[in-house]
């Protein structure tokens, strides 16, 4: 083969080498010098639950709940026999004093149900908030290549960071129907 269709061969190859390249874009790893990583925090509440038991003296009514007959009826028999005591205006004052005396005395015997004075186990529970601050990442600045660049990372990276670089020809634009053309004057 002579040297004239070498050269062709040669310069030929590199020249689709490079086509191909163009078509793909170069990337690989690099480290960028880390200027500053400041945490950033979050707050949160975690809160905790108190409870603790005292004991009252409460007059005990055997635990059921308030009975209002015990009154009616009580202040029903008191104003019969109210009624059956003095004369005229007398008798309507007796009738209201025994009616008046005979709800307490009903509601009384009514709701005591044999109540007696007993200490008792009362619990008391209270929330109280519980905040704390934990780290959610770090604001971290570096510089590569000159220029001065951000980013949220989980963890503090030290004094370097390692970064990804994509390279690509600037200027040109890929057209599906003629290959690359030069949209800028550089």
């Given at each position: 083969m002579d040297k004239r269709k070498l050269n062709l061969a040669v310069f030929a190859l590199l020249a689709t080498a490079n086509l191909a390249w163009a078509d793909d874009v170069a990337s690989f790893t690099d480290r960028a010098q880390v200027l500053s990583a400041t945490p950033v925090y979050q707050q949160i509440n975690e809160?905790?639950?108190?409870?603790?038991?005292?004991?009252?003296?409460?007059?005990?009514?055997?635990?059921?709940?308030?009975?209002?007959?015990?009154?009616?009826?009580?202040?029903?028999?008191?104003?019969?026999?109210?009624?059956?005591?003095?004369?005229g205006n007398g008798r309507i004052a007796a009738a209201a004093v025994g009616?008046?005396?005979?709800?307490?005395?009903?509601?009384?015997?009514?709701?005591?149900?044999?109540?007696?004075?007993?200490?008792?186990?009362?619990?008391?529970?209270?929330?109280?908030?519980?905040?704390?601050?934990?780290?959610?990442?770090?604001?971290?600045?570096?510089?590569?290549?000159?220029?001065?660049?951000?980013?949220?990372?989980?963890?503090?990276?030290?004094?370097?960071?390692n970064v990804n670089v994509n390279v690509a020809l600037a200027g040109y634009q890929r057209d599906e129907r003629q290959g690359y053309d030069d949209q800028e004057n550089n």
């Open positions: 809160p905790r639950r108190e409870c603790w038991t005292e004991t009252v003296n409460g007059y005990s009514n055997g635990g059921g709940e308030h009975s209002y007959g015990g009154a009616i009826l009580g202040g029903l028999v008191g104003g019969l026999l109210g009624n059956t005591v003095g004369q009616a008046a005396t005979g709800a307490v005395v009903g509601d009384k015997v009514a709701n005591n149900n044999g109540g007696y004075n007993q200490p008792r186990q009362v619990e008391h529970c209270a929330n109280h908030d519980n905040y704390r601050q934990v780290i959610n990442g770090y604001n971290v600045v570096y510089r590569y290549q000159g220029r001065t660049m951000t980013a949220m990372l989980p963890q503090d990276p030290g004094k370097f960071v």
